[in-house]
DNA sequence: TAAATTATTAAACGTATGTTTAAAACAAAT
DNA sequence: ATTTGTTTTAAACATACGTTTAATAATTTA
């Protein structure tokens, strides 16, 4: 009971302090403090606070990203692709609330997480191949209107997605409403922006 | 040719190095480095780092909020305030490309800046009621559809507007483009937000 | 010019950091 | 029971940090 026992609660102490605060402001000394355990069994098990850091980081993109998964395909039509795609994502940054300001903080801090986690978001390239796909067969259907750049499309489903959920904290002064309020306005807006993007795909 | 130099010089290192890495990143001896200068005189001059970090704080706030600034009128249609802001908005992000990130770093990292200086973003609500009003009685006058709460419309223009700026490193790697294709696809991308905000409010 | 004020400097202070060391405690194996 | 290997510990190391000090240089004032 003791031996993995204390290596978790490091791992544990780790991540939570890692999302409240960030690399920077986390220190070996901290961690090592909350998880009760001595400072030096930090570097004991996980070699430096850097190393413990990308164990951490890549856990947490990968579960964001499965939250965000969902069974896409190449048959539905890129209406229905994109009302699923704003209800998984919506859904997905609702029950991680600290995981994408956490996640988005560090990329943009350091870009070098992205090259060389590349790889981890290769199931997000194909993602967006689908997507496409889908996008543009519909176009040469004629059902949803001509677009230039269809990547374009993507991107706005995104903004309009994750944004409200990076900059909670200014959203939620500005709106002036509690966490509560947040989470039942986001999901109201689920519907507005399927429409939105529909309305503006299927009128021309 | 030297006072008021080297105070100066000090300010103009802190700006650029703050903005580059950030609060905690940023080390008083960088700063000194940078601005050529004794590492004593920036206390002197400045008190403390944070002091410091302040001033360059609330005046790149300020900047950024200036170019955002535009003559919104309660006269405007929705839609001409929503091209409107949705041009403003694009060509002040493009003007100012380090701004953003930076700002949205700082504010999610410690939202009490958010408290501390809520006076810096009084113009922004007397410019949002202005917009709402204006969305109100386009509603009334049965030009554009019914909105439960208007202001998620707001959320929407900002989100559109803001979210690929902040995310820069993260779109340029997913669409595999460089700084100046991102910025004719943003400048691309103006008339189809408008279009599509605009599409979605007058199609009921 | 002399005194007073301001600007600049090198050095140090105190604290915090990530990491390492070397010894002790513990468990497992022979 | 002794050896072997692993886990845990207190202490130290080396470096970096924000800030202060006390002395010197430069400038302004009287």
């Given at each position: 009971m003791d031996k993995r026992d204390k290596k978790e609660a490091i791992l544990n102490s780790a991540r939570a302090l890692f999302i409240e605060n960030g690399y920077q402001s986390t220190s070996v000394r901290d961690i090592a403090k909350k998880a009760d355990v001595n400072l030096a069994l930090v570097n004991y098990y996980f070699s430096s606070k850097e190393d413990l850091f990308d164990l951490i980081f890549d856990n947490i993109v990968l579960q964001i990203l499965n939250g965000m998964k969902f069974e896409i395909s190449a048959e539905n039509s890129a209406c229905e692709n994109i009302e699923h795609a704003v209800n998984t994502y919506t859904e997905a940054l609702i029950k991680n609330p600290e995981?994408?300001?956490?996640?988005?903080?560090?990329?943009?801090?350091?870009?070098?997480?992205?090259?060389?986690?590349?790889?981890?978001?290769?199931?997000?390239?194909?993602?967006?191949?689908?997507?496409?796909?889908?996008?543009?067969?519909?176009?040469?259907?004629?059902?949803?209107?001509?677009?230039?750049?269809?990547?374009?499309?993507?991107?706005?489903?995104?903004?309009?997605?994750?944004?409200?959920?990076?900059?909670?904290?200014?959203?939620?002064?500005?709106?002036?409403?509690?966490?509560?309020?947040?989470?039942?306005?986001?999901?109201?807006?689920?519907?507005?922006?399927?429409?939105?993007?529909?309305?503006?795909?299927?009128?021309?």
């Open positions: 995981l994408t300001s956490f996640i988005f903080q560090e990329i943009i801090k350091h870009s070098e997480l992205l090259n060389s986690r590349i790889a981890t978001l290769q199931h997000t390239n194909n993602f967006i191949k689908v997507f496409i796909n889908s996008l543009n067969r519909d176009i040469e259907k004629g059902i949803i209107r001509k677009i230039d750049n269809p990547e374009i499309i993507i991107l706005n489903i995104v903004s309009l997605c994750v944004f409200p959920f990076i900059s909670k904290p200014l959203v939620k002064k500005v709106m002036n409403i509690d966490d509560k309020i947040f989470v039942k306005e986001m999901r109201d807006r689920k519907k507005i922006i399927s429409d939105m993007l529909k309305t503006y795909l299927t009128t021309f």
